[in-house]
Every structure is written in C-alpha cells, then in structure tokens.
C-alpha cells in the first residue's frame, strides 16, 4: 500500500513536471532584428529567426531576411512564402505562424487643382485642391482639401501631406499664378504739337495683355471712339488739333483677366523739346522744338545778359557752337543762365510774317 502511495505521488511529479515544461516550450517566438517580432509594419530590412525555447526543430524555423516591400498578412497556410516554425516537445509538437509585413519603398503624393485657370494660365479667384496617396503599406490619411485664395503670387505653391500605414509621410505640392486684383495701372500724357504721347505701365503681378485707347473732345456731348487696340506700352496720338483739351480713357486687362480703367486729359501745344527747362549742360546743346505744319522757318533767339543771337533755322532745330557772332560782336558760350524763344515763320522771311511764339526755355551751362 505504502509502495502504491509512491508511484501515485511520483507519478503525479513527472506528470506536473512534463506539464510544466511542455507549458514553457510550447510556443516557438519570432526574433524580428534581434527583438520579439510585432503587428506593426517595419520600414526597413528584416531578418526573422525562431528561438525554440529549448525545443527542436521540427520544420520551417529556418532564418530569414526581407529587403523588399512584402507583406505576408494575407496569406494562410500552407502557403510557401511565409514565416513558420514547428517545434519538436517532450509532450509533442508546437508550430506557430508569424506574418510579417516590411515597407522599405516611400510613399508619393500628389496635390491636384480643382479646375483649369480662368485666364492664359492664372487663376483670379479662388481654387480647390485635393491630395491623395499611394503607398505599399496603404494610405492612413492626407491633408483635407483646401483653397487657395491669395496672397496673388507668380508661382505660388500649395502644399498637403500624406501618411502611409507604415508610419512614413510625404509632401505634395503644385504650383499656380494667381492675381485677383486689377493691374495698378499709371499713364502719362505728353502734349506736343497736334500730338499727345501717351505711355503706361502697370505695377501688377500678372503682366499687361491688352490695352484699348478710345478719344473724344472735352465736352458733355462728345462721343469717344477707340484709336488703339495692342499691348505696347506707349501711343502717339495725332492728328489733334492744337487747343483743344482731349480726354483718353485706357482700359488695360492684364493675363489674368483683371481689368482696369484710367483716364487723362491732355491740350496738343506747340513747345521746345530740348534742353528741358532748367536743364546743367557742359557742352553747347542741340536746341530743337516741335514742328509747326505750314512754317517755312523759325526765329530763334537766345538771351545772356541781354539778346546775344538771333537766327532763322528752316529746320526745327539749331546746334549752337561755342562760339559766334552777332550785331558785329563775338559771344562765346560761357558759365551762366541762358534764356531762348522760338517762332514759326510763314511765307518769304521778308514778310516777317510769324506765329504765335512756340514756347520758352531755359539752361545753365557750368
């Protein structure tokens, strides 16, 4: 009875020290690098190895290494290309399953617009973008659509990201011009004889494309009509008539479709041209005024301390030299102030028949 008791009681030992030991060899662990493989995706290369747990090999088990974009937790068994390992028990066998999954590419992005431009390739309002993604892992989330809506810029930029399952993101971005406002348009008017020059930029961001010039009299019933349709920057009205105040209206679009309207009065007059008033010369000036139709020559005349040179070119314009004579003197053209007046000429000079005075100037030499 006593030797009974034994064996139950030894028998009851092994029997809890099989169990134990078959608890702690059960299960085969997958080393991921080195440490206890996880769920989560791995962004880099691989090398899986079984610890047995004091256990033997009892199939698959073997070392393996991923370099490449895979992923595994798909598959079922029995399929070949995965990672498994038997082990061989005192009470049996254990075989466990690992399913890895590595990401070693990089995901891309793309940012994409809502609708073509309004205008040669710019925008002048508001405009959707969208961002998507592709990546091996799969896409988690990317930036919200958004709208662009300014600052105006040539070449502005909008940006989104996108972030895989792996944990990897990246940016998205595209480009666009964009100009909401109307061209910061200015214009001069410079009246000469029956001829007014007009000339226009604009301080804007998308460049000038079009510009329309229309005329009319000064006056309340005065219709308009257009004199230029182009996109140069500068025109010369002519055909005026000297006297009357003209009022041009210059509607200027620029590539984006901005438009923008000014307006300008100037008076056609007969003026000199060269040296400008006030003007510091060195050396004796071309002096040349605007042409008055129907004159045959000018009366010019210059004044230093009194009258010091009278002459009657037939061109409009004169070289003066550094030195002449007048009224059986000899003048040279020293440091002072220089006052001189032109006249048109009509018919024989004998005649002296003159218009009215075309304009006065003034110069300084040094």
């Known amino acids: 009875m006593r030797a009974w008791r034994l064996g139950v009681a030894l028998a009851v030992i092994v029997a809890a020290f099989l169990a134990a030991a078959g608890s702690a060899w059960a299960d085969p662990v997958p080393l991921c690098n080195g440490q206890i493989c996880g769920a989560d995706w791995y962004t880099g ?5 079984w610890d047995l747990n004091g ?15 895979t992923n595994q937790s798909g598959m079922q068994p029995p399929l070949p290309d995965y990672t498994y390992c038997t082990e061989l028990l005192p009470s049996g066998s254990a075989t466990r399953t690992y399913f890895i999954r590595v990401e070693t590419s990089t995901p891309t992005a793309t940012a994409t617009l809502s609708r073509p431009p309004d205008s040669d390739g710019w925008y002048n309002h508001p405009v959707g973008a969208t961002f998507q993604g592709s990546a091996f ?5 990317c930036t919200p659509p958004t709208t ?11 940006s989104g990201t996108c972030a895989d399952n792996a944990g990897k993101t990246t940016t998205a971005s595209i480009a666009l011009d964009y100009d909401a406002s109307a061209p910061a348009l200015w214009v001069t008017a410079d009246p000469g004889a029956q001829n007014v020059a007009l000339s226009w930029g604009a301080g804007d961001i998308a460049p000038l494309a079009w510009v329309t010039i229309s005329r009319k009299t000064a006056g309340r019933h005065a219709k308009p009509h257009v004199i230029y349709n182009g996109n140069s920057s500068e025109f010369n ?22 438009m923008t309207v000014r307006r300008i009065a100037a008076t056609p007059h007969r003026r000199l041209l060269w040296p400008v008033l006030g003007a510091k010369l060195s050396t004796p000036p071309l002096l040349s005024w605007t042409p008055v139709p129907g004159a045959g020559y000018y009366n010019l005349q ?12 037939s061109r409009a314009s004169f070289q003066l030299k550094p030195t002449w004579r007048f009224g059986g003197r ?27 005075i075309i304009g006065e100037g003034m110069f300084v030499v040094r």
Do not use: M
């Open 237 to 258: 009205a002519t055909h005026l008539r000297e006297g009357i105040r003209y009022a041009f209206t210059i509607v200027a679009r620029d590539q984006a479709g901005n």
């Open 302 to 313: 210059l004044y230093h301390r009194g009258k010091i040179l009278s002459v009657w070119p």
């Open 330 to 356: 000899r003048f040279r053209l020293k440091p002072g102030r220089y006052r001189w007046y032109v006249w048109p000429g009509f018919g024989p000079r004998a005649r002296g028949r003159y218009g009215r």
């Open 137 to 141: 892992s799969g896409i988690a989330w």
């Open 45 to 49: 290369p691989v090398t899986v190895r």
């Open 148 to 158: 662009y809506a300014g600052p105006n810029a040539g070449g502005a930029v909008v």
């Open 55 to 69: 256990g033997s090999n009892g199939g698959g088990c073997a070392t393996q290494y991923y370099a490449q974009d």
